[in-house]
């Protein structure tokens, strides 16, 4: 019988790494990949490519962190199969702040590109003479 020791997890390191809409795959510097499903990771399940996109491995290769999503998950935990163990409220939670802030960016973009247009309008017109454009 095999036992994995905290020694044997420490020695492995994250090569490179591939996340797809379903999987996400890791291959190790013992020279296996490991594929899990993204639904054992709701946030990495619920996060945009760009977000999924946005990550660095910690601890030497032994993690890796998604700053957007602010999500860790170790080696340890992949070879051994285990999912997110993260509560239903906390995913929750998070999730409606996601929410919460999406509308908010959405606002403020938009805010700011009207501001933007204005500018433009008024630096075009300063610049054909039309001087007489007011903005409140």
Request: glycine fraction near 6%; charged fraction near 25%.
């Amino acid at each position: 019988m095999t036992f994995l020791t905290n020694e044997v997890f420490e020695t492995l390191a994250i090569q490179q790494l591939a996340i797809t809409d379903d999987t996400l795959s890791v291959d190790l510097s013992d020279g296996r990949t490991i594929s899990v499903p993204l639904a054992w990771y709701p946030r990495l399940l619920h996060g945009s490519i760009e977000e999924r996109n946005d990550y660095r491995l910690i601890a030497g290769g032994s993690g890796i962190h998604w700053n957007q999503l602010d999500e860790d998950i170790s080696t340890k935990n992949l070879i051994l199969g285990q999912p997110s163990g993260e509560s239903q409220k906390s995913l929750k939670r998070w999730l409606n702040n996601r929410v919460r802030c999406r509308r908010h960016c959405v606002a403020a973009r938009r805010s700011c590109r009207v501001r933007s247009l204005m500018w433009l309008l008024l630096v075009q017109r300063s610049i054909f003479g039309e001087r007489t454009m007011h903005i409140d």
